[in-house]
């Protein structure tokens, strides 16, 4: 019930184009949703998150959609670029119990984007 | 404004050693959590920190232990080292009384065992 799935495993874009990786959750309890960009020798990085009182927040290029009743929820990378390339990562989180703090977060497999120029 | 800073970045060891990770957090955080990563996978939590007490843990056994400092600071030890610990171990950063603040992740030491 912990679990959360991401696809695809890999995505190849054109420069320009939008890049669409899908997440889905299993745990009702989840209510935060970040998108996490790594790079090759990096730790992971905040891209962007929401939190399920939402459907879609959108911050520059990057959006997030959410389906609470699909439990379901998607990045969509608008005008990718070359830079864009990375390992995309999203993660699900709850409120610890006794407490406000979001502590463990759960992640998904990871989605290798390359944008072709 | 330093980050979460990580030591070391690599370290090689052979099985049945035992190893201590070292994490400092960004200023003005609190809390503390270690993730491992393996090739090809997403971060699998292993366990937080505040106040220097473990408040969360995941599916790791025994082996893996921690302790946090009063400057915040954290270790990870690993005893009985298996060649399967081999992995980018991850360690990550909040404020314990901001609702909502993201965790903040380090560069990672990246442990091989041979």
């Known amino acids: 019930q912990q679990q959360v799935k991401q696809s695809p495993q890999s995505l190849i874009v054109q420069k320009g184009g939008i890049s669409i990786i899908n997440c889905a959750y299993e745990?009702?309890?989840?209510?935060?949703f970040p998108w996490y960009q790594q790079f090759p020798g990096k730790g992971p990085a905040l891209l962007i998150a929401?939190?399920?009182?939402?459907s879609e927040k959108k911050e520059g290029r990057f959006t997030i959609s959410f389906n609470k009743s699909a439990k379901q929820f998607s990045l969509h990378i608008m005008d990718s670029q070359p830079g864009d390339s990375a390992t995309y990562f999203c993660?699900?989180?709850?409120?610890?119990?006794?407490?406000?703090?979001?502590?463990?977060?759960?992640f998904g497999q990871g989605t290798i984007l390359t944008v072709h120029p | 404004d330093a980050g979460v800073t990580q030591s070391p970045t690599h370290l090689i060891k052979t099985r049945g050693q035992q190893v201590t990770l070292r994490c400092s957090p960004k200023?003005?955080?609190?809390?503390v959590s270690w993730y491992q990563q393996a090739l090809g996978q997403g971060p699998q939590f292993i366990f937080q920190?505040?106040?220097?007490?473990?408040?969360q843990r995941g599916n790791f056994p025994d082996r893996f232990s921690g302790h946090q400092f009063p400057n915040y600071s954290s270790e990870l030890n690993v005893n009985a080292l298996l060649l399967g610990d081999s992995a980018l171990y991850l360690c990550?950063?909040?404020?314990?009384?901001?609702?909502?603040?993201?965790?903040?992740f380090g560069d990672g030491t990246r442990l091989s065992i041979l």
């Open positions: 200023s003005g955080h609190d809390t």
């Open positions: 929401i939190r399920p009182d939402v």
């Open positions: 920190y505040y106040e220097e007490e473990e408040r």
């Open positions: 745990n009702t309890a989840f209510d935060y």
């Open positions: 990550a950063s909040r404020s314990h009384r901001a609702r909502g603040q993201p965790q903040h």
């Open positions: 993660a699900a989180s709850k409120r610890h119990a006794g407490g406000t703090s979001y502590g463990k977060l759960t």
